[in-house]
């Protein structure tokens, strides 16, 4: 079945720059949306078709891509970005999938 | 304001049936595509399945370990998407989030299902 293949987990250090990577075959075909989860809360959309971002979502998070793989940055990483990163997109049945999912700690 | 609400999750035994409800509000619920995601304990998110609009031909799709046990389906008429759960297994235990599949996805907060006996 297909998967998206995210790193587990991301340390960086408060005002520094985290860059998230979610790969997949499908992805040049597919956007991708990616989501922020913080313990016990329901996840959060903050990038959306590969490099949108909804209102609401501070300027610090953004999304590109590049072949068969996305990339989620947030730059000038706050405390408040500690949480469980999802990236999501469709194979090529157009089913969707959610990537392994990687936990980002601010140090 | 779109906003999305989950009902219908509890206790139930396995093999046990369970069914969600999802009450839609704040767009045009008939035009949209609608998902259920979940999320076991601990677990990352799975998508469960889908079910189109009605004008793109109403029919549905399945992850692989719900196919043939889980039935999704919707009322326009009242905006609520429905999921049926049968043959309940231990691993279905989770939080269930209804979602939209809009140009920007909506997710409602979630519901848990326990199955455990």
């Known amino acids: 079945s297909y998967e998206l293949t995210q790193p587990p987990s991301v340390s960086v250090s408060p005002g520094q720059t985290a860059r998230i990577t979610c790969s997949g075959d499908a992805l040049p075909q597919h956007y991708a949306y990616w989501y922020q989860q913080k313990p016990g809360q329901a996840p959060v959309l903050v990038i959306y078709?590969?490099?949108e971002r909804p209102s609401g979502i501070p300027e610090r998070f953004s999304g590109s891509s590049s072949g068969t793989t996305v990339t989620l940055s947030i730059s000038g990483v706050q405390a408040e970005d500690e949480a469980d990163y999802y990236c999501?997109?469709?194979?090529?049945?157009?089913?969707?999938?959610f990537g392994t999912g990687t936990k980002v700690t601010v140090l | 304001e779109v906003q999305l609400v989950e009902s219908g999750g509890g206790l139930v035994k396995p093999g046990g049936s369970l069914r969600l409800s999802c009450a839609a509000s704040?767009?045009?619920?008939?035009?949209?595509?609608m998902s259920w995601v979940r999320q076991a304990p601990g677990k990352g998110l799975e998508w469960v399945g889908r079910i189109k609009s009605k004008t793109d031909g109403g029919t549905t799709d399945y992850t692989a370990p719900v196919k043939g046990r889980f039935t999704i389906s919707r009322d326009d008429s009242k905006d609520t998407l429905y999921l049926q759960m049968n043959s309940l297994k231990i691993e279905d235990t989770a939080v269930y989030y209804c979602t939209t599949e809009l140009s920007i996805p909506y997710w409602g907060q979630g519901t848990l299902v326990t199955v455990s006996s």
């Open positions: 999501q997109s469709a194979d090529s049945s157009g089913i969707y999938v």
């Open positions: 078709k590969d490099s």
């Open positions: 704040g767009f045009t619920f008939s035009n949209a595509w």
